[in-house]
């Protein structure tokens, strides 16, 4: 059954990842811009990552048969410098035309501060200039409930936001309801150990529903697991769920919110 993982880091893995996704279904992916483990030293060090982006990682999927998309941002990990997270923005729209970029992300909050809010802010009115999708990231641990409703109240504030095409990501067990109660989309982030499993993920459709929610892997440069969505789907067979319902939440669902883009595709490419 194939899936798509609509938020995971590739920048940050081996291209035999991309080998085990693929066997595993995956026929599409979107990687969204983010903290790279460390602070980077000025602009033109995005410059590169955006180029990273739009140009190798396509061509380092497609050798796998897998569509790869990206969002662009300043993560909210690099965002406490007003000033040069501006120099950051000033490069993005040169790169919003590229074929493979979807929309605005992973913008939001890490530890709540003013001057993460500002930046926020100025990124969502961003997307709205130029009429694309946003993926949201919210913070960790006991900072989330505080940081999830200052995303949401800061998005709705703009007054052009359609909550539909945004997407709420690493949402959890308290704060999932109220993100679909407003009417933007759920994501779960699912690790090894931290943040969402496959089983807590499960535990949580079982609670609230598939409606506007997904699960994607993050993958990224820490303790992660790219196969972490067919784990996921395994378990939700396990508990008996119908393959109608497990297709809805790792591939109807991307591809419905996703596909809000006009630049999404998860159809089969040729490879070699």
Not at 19 to 48: H, K, N, Y
Not at 81 to 95: S, Y
Not at 239 to 249: A, C, K, N, Q, Y
């Amino acid at each position: 059954m194939r899936y798509i993982d609509p938020h995971i880091h590739m920048v940050s893995r081996t291209t035999d990842d991309y080998q085990r996704m693929a066997l595993a279904g995956c026929v599409a992916i979107t990687e969204p811009a983010f903290w790279a483990g460390f602070d980077r030293s000025g602009p033109q060090g995005f410059f590169d990552y955006f180029t990273q982006l739009t140009k190798t990682e396509p061509a380092r999927a497609a050798a796998y048969g897998i569509r790869h998309h990206c969002w662009l941002c300043i993560n909210p990990k690099e965002a406490e410098d007003p000033g040069f997270a501006r120099e950051v923005m000033g490069l993005i729209p040169d790169f919003l035309d590229k074929p493979n970029v979807l929309g605005i992300g992973e913008i939001g909050l890490n530890k709540n501060s003013k001057n993460e809010m500002v930046i926020l802010e100025e990124q969502i009115a961003l997307a709205s200039q130029h009429d694309r999708l946003i993926l949201v990231h919210t913070p960790h641990l006991e900072d989330k409930l505080k940081g999830t409703k200052l995303i949401m109240d800061a998005i709705m504030r703009n007054g052009s936001i359609d909550p539909g095409r945004v997407l709420i990501d690493h949402v959890e067990e308290h704060t999932v309801s109220m993100v679909l109660d407003r009417g933007f989309w759920a994501g779960m982030t699912l690790y090894p150990d931290t943040k969402c499993t496959p089983q807590r993920a499960a535990d949580i459709f079982e609670m609230v529903g598939t409606e506007r929610l997904w699960i994607n892997s993050a993958g990224d440069w820490g303790h992660s697991d790219p196969l972490a969505v067919p784990k996921c789907r395994i378990e939700m067979q396990h508990r008996g769920h119908t393959p109608e319902t497990i297709s809805r939440i790792s591939y109807d669902n991307p591809l419905r919110f996703l596909g809000q883009a006009g630049t999404f595709s998860a159809d089969p490419i040729q490879t070699g």
